[in-house]
């Protein structure tokens, strides 16, 4: 749990008594390789922090998984539309290793919201975080060079590139596993 606050401390000023209740809210999960955390049309109960594992979000597009994020330890992981506005996902949320997890549901967190200023100011925090990370993601897509994409990935995720397949790495890169093996033979 500590890893869980300090992380979020370091998104925003947190008050003793609100980061002890928050601890109190908090469960841990362990899962094995391949568990689905979320599927398409289930809504998000939860918001995730990998302590150990990774975890990919992606979608279906033709019978392919089109992967929009991948998280490591001491990221957060859900489908966050769904997390958010409460509406069933049109993502899936699975493990890409055995991993142990610590989680807060959705209706917890907006109880702490409601009851401490500085964790409704995290709240806001974490949604412009992940309003920027959308947004540099949109802008890696449309105007990087496949290059830069990978570069890109292995200064966000120094951890994941042994750790991932190849086809996954591909997708989430936005480019085939052809391209990908021609990126990486650059170096």
């Not at 809210?25 to 955390?37: A, E, I, V």
């Not at 990221?75 to 807060?104: A, C, D, R, W, Y």
């Not at 570069?151 to 120094?158: E, G, I, M, S, T």
Request: glycine share 6%; aromatic share 12%; hydrophobic share 40%.
């Amino acid at each position: 749990m500590e890893e869980f606050i300090s992380y979020l401390k370091g998104i925003s000023v947190l008050g003793e008594e609100s980061s002890l209740e928050f601890v109190s809210m908090c469960k841990n999960f362990n899962f094995p390789k391949g568990h689905f955390l979320v599927k398409a049309g289930q809504v998000s109960q939860y918001l995730y922090f990998v302590k150990i594992g990774i975890g990919k979000v992606y979608y279906l597009k033709d019978g392919k998984e089109l992967i929009d994020w991948i998280s490591d330890e001491g990221n957060l992981l859900t489908s966050v539309t769904s997390f958010l506005t409460h509406q069933p996902s049109k993502h899936f949320v699975q493990l890409m290793e055995e991993s142990e997890l610590i989680g807060i549901s959705y209706s917890d967190l907006e109880k702490l919201f409601a009851k401490y200023h500085d964790m409704e100011r995290l709240g806001r925090q974490l949604s412009i975080m992940a309003l920027v990370q959308l947004q540099d993601r949109i802008n890696s897509m449309q105007f990087e060079s496949a290059r830069e994409r990978y570069d890109k990935f292995l200064v966000q995720f120094p951890n994941c590139i042994n750790r991932i397949s190849l086809g996954d790495l591909a997708s989430y890169l936005g480019m085939t596993q052809v391209t990908l093996s021609r990126v990486r033979g650059q170096n």
